[in-house]
Each structure stands twice: as structure tokens, then as C-alpha cells.
């Protein structure tokens, strides 16, 4: 997509300079009168809507510095379409393009995120299964279930995920680590008589 207008991110938020719009939206109107028309006219709310700073340097025509206008991406698709003019409707057009290629790649990380996620507890899961399993646990899993060997390696080294064959083996750790417990306890008894 050509940029028509430049979008700047600031602390994560995404802003345009109002002068700009100004400029492509071909406006009649002198830009100071038309901003301060538009923000009165619609209820603009400084720092909400816009921010106001003054641009450093001379200002070429002389006088006062400039005062420029950071105005947030809903303004500036606001000031576009009650411009009423092609140049509004195209920059409108761009605006609403920009915000959902923002959604998409703002759902691709976090889609990202939730796949890492489930890596992270999925290698969890596996290693706590690891400590809870015994000598021939893995094969005796394989007869059972009748799971190829390298099948079920490949989950213990985290290169697939077969949720039955994980199910099998989490059954077979917590049996174990069930068994323990209740020998350890049959222990403590009997040194306890």
C-alpha cells in the first residue's frame, strides 16, 4: 500500500500531522482557521484526539513559531470524510486500510505469543512425564498402545506434539509417581510400628 500520509507512533500511539492532512485534503481554508473550525465544529479533545506543539525553527513567513497538531488516526478519518471530496474519501479509504493491517500484525503476535506459549507449557508437561518415568516405561507405552518407538521419541524430544502418545505417557508418570508415594507411605508405616 503507497503511503499517502504519514503515520508517526509515538509510546504506541499512532498519530498524524494535521497540517499534512490539510495539504492532501486540499482544503480552501487557511490551516489555522480550518483546525480550530474542525476541532470546535466536532468536539475534539486535546489529548485524546490531538496533541498541540509548536515545530522548531523560524517560521518562513515570519512571526510566531508554528503550531503544529499530532492528531490521532480516528480524527484524522473523521476530518477526512466531512471534507466531503474524493481527496477525503481516498485518504478516509487509506486510514481505515492502515488500521487493519495494524489489527492483522497486532493478531499475528499475539497469535505468535499464544503459540509459545503453549510450546513452553507442551516442554513442561514433557519434562515433569521425564522425571516420572522408569526403565522401559517408554517401551512398555509403545506395546500398549501400539505407538511406533520413534513416535514417541520424537515427542520426548519436543519435535511433535501427538497428544494421544503424550496422554499415554502422562498416564504411565502418574502411575509411578502414584506407586511412590504409596510405597514411601507403606514405608513410613512400617517404620512407624
Known amino acids: 500500500m503507497q503511503e499517502l500520509i504519514t503515520i508517526t507512533e509515538q ?24 483546525i480550530n473550525e ?3 465544529q466536532y468536539g475534539f479533545i486535546e489529548n485524546q484526539d490531538y496533541v498541540v506543539f ?13 503550531k503544529e497538531y499530532a492528531i490521532s488516526i480516528d480524527m484524522a478519518k473523521e476530518l477526512s470524510m466531512v471534507e466531503r471530496n474524493e481527496k477525503g474519501k481516498l485518504a478516509r479509504r487509506y486510514f481505515i ?3 487493519k493491517q495494524q489489527r492483522s500484525k497486532t493478531l499475528q503476535i499475539e497469535q505468535r505469543s499464544q503459540r509459545q506459549i503453549q510450546q513452553k507449557q507442551r516442554m513442561e508437561l514433557i519434562d515433569l512425564i521425564r522425571e516420572h518415568l522408569r526403565r522401559g516405561d517408554i517401551t512398555e507405552v509403545c506395546r500398549e498402545n501400539g505407538f511406533a518407538m520413534n513416535q514417541v521419541k520424537n515427542v520426548m524430544r519436543y519435535d511433535n506434539f501427538r497428544a494421544d502418545i503424550v496422554k499415554a505417557l502422562y498416564n504411565k508418570a502418574l502411575s509411578n509417581k502414584k506407586q511412590l508415594g504409596s510405597e514411601l507411605q507403606q514405608m513410613i508405616d512400617e517404620l512407624k510400628k
Open 38 to 40: 474542525r476541532i470546535e
Open 54 to 66: 509548536s515545530k522548531n525553527g523560524k517560521n518562513p513567513e515570519g512571526g510566531r513559531p508554528l
Open 11 to 34: 509510546n504506541g500511539q499512532r498519530a498524524v500531522n494535521a497540517r499534512e492532512l490539510h495539504e492532501f485534503l486540499e482544503v480552501g481554508k487557511v490551516f489555522g482557521a480550518w
Open 97 to 99: 486500510e492502515v488500521e
